[in-house]
Every structure is written in structure tokens, then in C-alpha cells.
């Protein structure tokens, strides 16, 4: 998991991480080659109009551009030395795509869960409640901000009223705290906007003598019908809030109100981890920032055909989903999504403006980080230099993952310092071809147009004038009787 500017840790290696880091090879996988050969074609054909009427965004190219150029040593790299023996090795610079770049969208799912887990949430018990609306509003989620900040709204409302009611104890001030995610995706590499919410199972007061000063009452277990009871206050008031901006009818209201199967609304609040399980909220919490689809599902097949095993059989039955290379391309840009709009919020206590915020989060009580080692204060900035603690170091995080420190050296076990970066195109080409790599990226086809008319409509019979035709072995009347 290549990161832009890689650099020196803080801390030391941990204890466990006794594997040998390798670096990937993002041009070797089959998304990289459907990107690589199909991508231009994908674009003349969006552009034509001839098979879809809307036009490509900026933001979609732009990703798919960068998604070429992460991982590849020829556009330009960091260089780590050890001191003790000398040996070296490059870490190509990353994209930091949004949605297509599968290392960077990892790297992305775990700095978000390590940063919840080390920095915000508190070790008290963490309750996931996920909303899924019906198909018919689905489509204002994926297009209208307004609405997902509505939704969001009405849903976190319920839910604190409800844990406010089976908190024992709590005020009518108590207020919840937790992270939202947003999910523009489903399994299948299908648009299906929902909601994931880490929430405290619990509500925070206030003390009315101190200063600063909360008191977590948590929330007895919750009941399949309390679940039920916020699940049908959502979709109630979710249905009254799009009336009254005017994109549903209230004839349409009340039929939807009189569907089967809650009308499409659906809410689980099955998963819950307990406050001393830290490793199994930096899961849940990395399910809930996972991205779109996972690399190692796609498999190309020898024909043009591309596999994705899906996680789970569909409604359908089938457990793999098949397709060319422009519908991939097709599925990964309805999934990118638009630029500056936040995936996860902040809710109640946990909220940025909160009053509460410094007395909650795990931050406020974690103690002091040790004094940096000299040399690594001098290589990132200085004695005064600061690093936001939502930002973690690469090489830490792939430890964290993987269990592989990239800066410890394999024949020594020193740990290694990140030297230089390399982006002058004459240095590059002399270092790539003295540890035989290659010097020049990896090349973008051009766009191919369709076949011509003649050619892929000619359905003119090609006979070998030589020999004849054979008997028909049937004899049988092909006289048309009306």
C-alpha cells in the first residue's frame, strides 16, 4: 500500500510484525489492464450519445486518469536506506483516488477506523444501525445532498429518543454519540445509497455541579420491537419530509405508507461490540469505510469476460457476476462519489461544535505521545513540527493491516529512514534501469472504434466454388400454407 509521501515513523515496529514487505504490482492486476485498454473506448462511446445520453464528469476521468498512474515506479517514487548495512529499496508515489484505486481506498478504510478507534470513540459499547430506503427515493439520495442530511437527521433523531427511553436514568437533555457512513454502493457493484451508523449504546448528560464533566448512561438491551417502533417513525416521517419538499404526492405518501415489507424501509441494529473489544470495533468500523468492490473478486476470464464473486448469492440465487469490460467501466464510474462531500459524519457528542466533545472522545484521555527520536523530528519538519492525529503514516498502517513493517531492514533489522523522492525524469530512468525496472509507464490504448456496417452486417453466404453443396439428408415441403 504505496502512500504519496511516505516518511519515518514515530513509533517502533511492533513486535509481531515479522514479515517481509513487498511492493505491489498494480499493472499486473485485471482491473488496471480494463482500465488501461478499454478506458478511452468507454469514453468515445459515453461521448457519441449512441448508447447512453449522459456525458462523463470531470471528477469520474480525473479518478480513472490518477488510478493509471498510482503504484508505478516510472512516475516517480520515495527511495528508504538503512544506515547500518546499506540496503535500499523505491515506494511508488499513490494516487489518493476516491473510488476506483483499490490500494488507496484501503488506505483510506484503515486510517479512518484506526483514527475512530484511537482518537474519538470512547471505551463504552458501540451499536451499528443501518437504514436502507426504498428504491423509489433512492434516486433523490444519489442527487440531492439536502436529502441525505434530512434523512440522516430524522433517522439519528429516532434513535436517540429511543435510546434516551431505555437509557436508565437519562434526562430529556441526553444526547447520543456516533459516526455515520454513507454507502452509494451494494455488493453487486449496484447504486444503492444507505446508511451506516456507529453509535454509543448509550446517551451522555451533562453534570449540572462540575465542569466539563459527562455521565454515560447505557442503554438497556434493545427489544426486536423497539427496533421495529424506530423503523416505522422513520418511515413515516422520512415520507412526510419529501412531501413537503415536493418531490412525492401525498396520494403517492399514502400508498406507500400502505405497502408490504415496511414499504422498502428496513433498519437492523443487530451488531453491537462491547467497550473492552477495540479490535472488534476497528473492524466494524473498517466494514463500514470499506469501499465499492474488493480486487481480489475480480478475475478475468481467458475470453472478454470479467468474473466478480459476490460475497453473498444474490436475490436471484447466482454468486458470480459476469461481465465485459465496458460495463466494469460502466458499474466502478456510478460508484465514484461526486467531489467535496464528506462520507462520514460526526453526530450528538461527537460532533466537531459539540460542548461535550473534549470530555468524550477517547483523545481528551489518551496520554501523552513520547518526545520524537532527533533524527526523525529533523526529517519530518522540525522539533515544531505537527502532525494531525486523524492522519496516520503509511508504514504504520501497513503494519497495523498486514502485520509487515516496510521500514525495518531484512538483512539487519535496523530500521530504515525515507532519503529522497525521486521525480526528475533523468534520475528516474538511471535508478529504474539499474534495479531492472521499467523505465517507461505502462501505455494507455487509444479508443477503438465500432466495427463497420459492412463488416458486421454482411451476412452474405461464402461458398467454396470447387465443391458443391451437399444433399440436404431431410427432403421436407417448404411450401409456406396459410
Known sequence: MPASRPCASRERAPAHCTQRYRARRPENTPLYQVVQH???????????????????????????????????????????????CGHDFVVAFSCRARAVCPSCNARRMAETAAHLVDHVFPRLPVRQWVLSLPKRLRYFLSREPAAVTAVLHIFLRSVEQTLR?????????????????LHRFGSALNAHVHFHCCVLDGVFEAEPASDGQVTFREAVKLSPQAVAAVQ???????????????????????????????????????VRVEGWDRDGLERL????????????????????????????????????????????IDRLAALIPPPRLHRHRYH???????????????LARAPAAPPAQPAVAELEGGAGHYRSPARYLWAMLIARIYEVFPLVCPHCGTEMRIIAFVCDTASLTRILEHIGEPTKAPVLSPARGP???????????????????PEPVFEFDQRVTW
Open 38 to 84: 478499454h478506458f478511452e473506448s468507454w469514453l468515445a462511446l459515453k461521448r457519441t450519445g449512441d448508447a447512453w445520453e449522459d456525458t462523463v464528469p470531470a471528477f469520474v476521468e480525473r479518478d480513472f486518469r490518477k488510478y493509471l498512474d498510482c503504484g508505478i515506479l516510472a512516475r516517480g517514487f520515495g527511495r528508504a536506506r538503512c544506515p547500518a
Open 165 to 181: 427511553a431505555h437509557s436508565p436514568g437519562a434526562g430529556p437533555r441526553a444526547r447520543l454519540g456516533g459516526v455515520s457512513f
Open 232 to 270: 416505522a417513525q422513520v418511515r413515516r416521517r422520512v415520507l412526510r419530509w419529501f412531501v413537503r419538499r415536493g418531490w412525492l404526492a401525498e396520494e403517492d405518501r399514502q400508498e406507500m405508507q400502505r405497502w408490504a415489507h415496511n414499504g422498502g424501509f428496513s433498519i437492523d441494529a443487530a
Open 285 to 328: 468500523l473498517r466494514y463500514c469505510a470499506r469501499p465499492p468492490f474488493a480486487l481480489e473478486r475480480l478475475e478475468a476470464t481467458g475470453t472478454e469476460r470479467l468474473v466478480y464473486h459476490l460475497p453473498k448469492p444474490g436475490p436471484d440465487g447466482r454468486t458470480d457476476l459476469t461481465l465485459t469490460p465496458l460495463e466494469l
Open 348 to 362: 450528538g457528542v461527537l460532533a466537531p461544535n459539540a460542548p461535550l466533545r473534549a470530555a468524550v472522545t477517547a
Open 451 to 469: 466495427p463497420g456496417w459492412e463488416e458486421a452486417f454482411d451476412q452474405t453466404p461464402v461458398f467454396d466454388p470447387v465443391v458443391p453443396a
